[in-house]
């Protein structure tokens, strides 16, 4: 089974009109009768009518649901799905090598590029030493520290978003957790060569922003990215997360795609299939590359002084506010 496959039967529960049809549709593909080729044809339609239905209005809680599907792609899937000669590194030559963040050298499309993204890991004891993709300190030194390796071979840098937020336990801390990111933020606003950055799942707090600094940001269409998780906010609001706060924290926190392409906070929004990217990793991951692909080869003809001040000025931009004129 493949990294993007496990996990795939989970249902959410607004997609359960769905489960039974595509049980009837599991069986019938199993049989491989050709006589019954109509009664599947039909049963697919109907499959794809209430995934249109179902995904139509989610709602800022649904959307955080579909961002954590156990079967959603991570940043592995996409590197084997659209990167060619990938050359992981590991490290970041002062601790250990941190598995919550991936980074290497590969080929997307044209491009010769460093990836950089966060890692959940599938299996139980993958997600264990990924910390559910929640990095340590040593896993943004090492980002940035192939970042700048980047930098100096002229490379552009493509980083993946995935992570609720950094890791905040005591090791970390005393590892210096705040002070990683920090010089992350100000090394990446500064670096002398494209960044592109996709939020793929997860965008929580300083740890997506860690590796996020770029000139051009996008989110998948089911994406969240936000300054805190909803059940964070909703912790610090109501005293309790749970089933009655977490929408009404994820609706206050405008954490939606579409919600941060309107603010101002990201540039694009990436569609995804009918139903998810977790139901069809590959035309996700096209569609991925294809907008990477389409920034880098805009952001390459750009140079470097000029790209540099755009990006700490796009960054500069964000929360500011015109006051309304009186009267």
Same mark, same amino acid.
Request: hydrophobic letters at 40%; one cysteine or more; aromatic letters at 6%.
């Given at each position: 089974?493949?990294?993007?496959? +496990?996990? &795939?039967?989970?249902?959410?529960?607004?997609?359960?009109?769905?489960?039974?049809?595509?049980?009837?549709?599991?069986?019938?593909?199993?049989? #491989?009768?050709? =006589?019954?080729?109509?009664?599947?044809?039909?049963? *697919? &339609?109907?499959?794809?009518?209430? %995934?249109?239905?179902?995904?139509?209005?989610?709602?800022?809680?649904?959307?955080?649901?579909?961002?954590?599907?156990?079967?959603?792609?991570?940043?592995? /899937?996409?590197?084997? %799905?659209?990167?060619? /000669?990938?050359? *992981?590194?590991?490290?970041?030559?002062?601790?250990?090598?941190?598995?919550?963040?991936?980074? #290497?050298?590969?080929?997307?499309?044209?491009?010769?590029?460093?990836?950089? $993204?966060?890692?959940?890991?599938?299996?139980?004891? =993958?997600?264990?030493?990924?910390?559910?993709?929640?990095? @340590?300190?040593? #896993?943004?030194?090492?980002?940035? %520290?192939?970042?700048?390796?980047?930098?100096?071979?002229?490379?552009?840098?493509?980083?993946?978003?995935?992570?609720?937020?950094?890791?905040?336990?005591?090791?970390?801390?005393?590892?210096?957790? +705040?002070?990683?990111?920090?010089?992350?933020?100000?090394?990446?606003?500064?670096?002398?060569?494209?960044?592109?950055?996709?939020?793929?799942?997860?965008?929580?707090? $300083?740890?997506?922003?860690?590796?996020?600094?770029?000139?051009?940001?996008?989110?998948?269409?089911?994406?969240?990215?936000?300054?805190?998780?909803? =059940?964070?906010?909703?912790?610090?609001?109501?005293?309790?997360?749970? !089933?009655?706060? @977490?929408?009404?924290?994820?609706?206050?926190?405008?954490?939606?795609?579409?919600? @941060?392409?309107?603010?101002?906070?990201?540039?694009?929004?990436? &569609? !995804?299939?009918? $139903?998810?990217?977790?139901?069809?990793?590959?035309?996700?991951?096209?569609?991925?590359?294809?907008?990477?692909? !389409?920034?880098?080869?805009?952001?390459?003809?750009?140079?470097?002084?000029?790209?540099?001040?755009?990006?700490?000025?796009?960054?500069?931009?964000?929360?500011?506010?015109?006051?309304?004129?009186? $009267?």
């Amino acid at each position: 089974m493949s990294r993007a496959a +496990a996990g &795939a039967i989970a249902m959410l529960d607004f997609e359960q009109p769905v489960a039974e049809i595509e049980r009837q549709i599991a069986e019938l593909q199993a049989r #491989g009768a050709g =006589e019954e080729r109509g009664e599947l044809e039909t049963l *697919q &339609a109907t499959r794809a009518a209430l %995934l249109a239905k179902a995904y139509s209005d989610l709602t800022p809680w649904q959307t955080v649901r579909v961002a954590r599907h156990p079967a959603r792609p991570q940043t592995l /899937d996409y590197i084997d %799905l659209i990167c060619r /000669d990938f050359s *992981q590194l590991h490290g970041d030559r002062r601790f250990a090598d941190d598995p919550a963040i991936v980074t #290497g050298f590969a080929r997307l499309g044209p491009y010769k590029v460093l990836v950089v $993204g966060h890692q959940k890991g599938r299996t139980t004891p =993958e997600r264990i030493a990924c910390r559910f993709g929640c990095a @340590n300190p040593e #896993g943004y030194r090492k980002a940035l %520290l192939k970042m700048k390796l980047a930098e100096k071979f002229r490379r552009p840098v493509v980083t993946f978003v995935d992570t609720p937020g950094a890791y905040p336990g005591i090791d970390s801390e005393q590892r210096g957790q +705040a002070e990683a990111i920090a010089v992350n933020l100000r090394e990446m606003s500064r670096l002398r060569t494209p960044i592109v950055t996709v939020v793929i799942g997860e965008g929580g707090s $300083g740890g997506a922003l860690g590796i996020a600094v770029a000139d051009r940001v996008a989110m998948l269409e089911h994406a969240w990215y936000s300054v805190i998780s909803p =059940e964070g906010c909703a912790a610090i609001l109501w005293k309790s997360a749970n !089933e009655k706060t @977490n929408p009404l924290a994820a609706k206050a926190l405008a954490l939606t795609a579409k919600e @941060n392409l309107r603010n101002g906070l990201i540039d694009a929004v990436v &569609a !995804e299939p009918l $139903g998810g990217a977790h139901r069809d990793p590959k035309a996700t991951a096209a569609a991925v590359q294809g907008w990477i692909v !389409e920034q880098l080869r805009t952001l390459t003809q750009v140079p470097l002084d000029d790209l540099v001040k755009s990006r700490y000025e796009k960054f500069r931009r964000i929360g500011s506010v015109r006051p309304s004129p009186v $009267g």
